[in-house]
């Protein structure tokens, strides 16, 4: 397998800085904010009380009633405890569904842009990645029809994010209605539902495809708190799956982790009692991100030959910078994706991601997860970086 692009951009970025260098990064997705203080006050708290033992395999009890009361608030999603098993991050949550549900040379669609993981994690469980392209114009979304094209008897399962890693785009209502009713005319089809940015969306309304009967009972929902409650490191994601499903990746949790951390299962049972609806903390978050993409998007429509969309969720820009490719700068010649994240790291300072870990050569990943003031000195960096190659 290849290792994770993402991370990788972050600590090259790292090890530039800590020799000095000036590196604004807008690699990694990860909010610059602190952990809300209610949170970190329930975590001190399961310390004071002795939470200090392994946890059931699948998360603690509040914990999984908490989640099955998020789904039931947030999304008008009904699910058991038994269906809800608690992992070490959503990506931990993801690679054990595939294992599961994954056997070698089963067909997995995944429509590009994707994040980063899900190629790998296939392909680790020996299934085969179908990629689907969707298009800029069409907000980077997979149509009804190319599912339909795209879909073969050894076809298992569907894997997307809504709100989107890269893209920044999210699938509506209906365009989610017209999905399940493609899968729900396929036996033996999953849907993977990455809805890790639900709250980071700036339409007013997150959306799961899991709402609609027909495959109520096919969705894998994957979440977790590390983008929505600026919690990265606490490592907590989860899956809200059908009964089967659940059981099978409780097992292999088993054999893997035993359970994921006592404490930070602790802070978020916290976390997912707090309403989005009335949450400060949350609301104050979000609004944070949508002015900074209302900043970067401007300052991107500015800068010429590159084209970009307004992303509606998440935290990230996937502008297309091909028309650059195969200028010069010097000696320096950038052709695709991977040279442009390098030269604007190495000549501009700025570390990015380069589009075709995401399945898309023609774009780069920026992510605005960080200060109005950084944002606005990285994209005149950018800018003035472009504008030197002929
Ligand atoms: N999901 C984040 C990103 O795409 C974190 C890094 C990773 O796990 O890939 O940047």
Redesign the pocket.
Known sequence: MAA?E??AM?AKARELKAQGKDVISL????PDFNTPEAIKEAAKKAIDDNFTHYPPVPGYADLREAICTKFRRDNGLEFTPEQIVVSTGA?QSIYQLVQCLIDPGDEVIIPTPF???YKEIVRVAEGVPVYVTTKLENDFKVTPEQLEAAITPRTKLIMFSSPS??TGMLYTKEELKAIAEVVARHDNLFVMADE?YEHINFTGRHESIGQFAEVKDRVITVNGV?KGFAM?GWRIGFIAAPLEIAKACNKLQGQVTSATCSIAQKATVCAMLMDPATSSDIQDMRRIFQERRDMVYKMLCDIPGVKVRLPQGAFYFFPDVSSYYGKRCGDRVVSNSTDMAFYLLEEAGVAT?MGSAFGDDNCIRL?YATSEEQLREALRRIKEALARLQ
Do not use: C, M, Q, R
């Not at 690699?27 to 990860?30: Q, V």
């Open positions: 994770s993402t991370l972050t690699s990694i997705g990860e990506k994040w980063v993981s890693n890269p890790i590390a990265t991601v992510s």
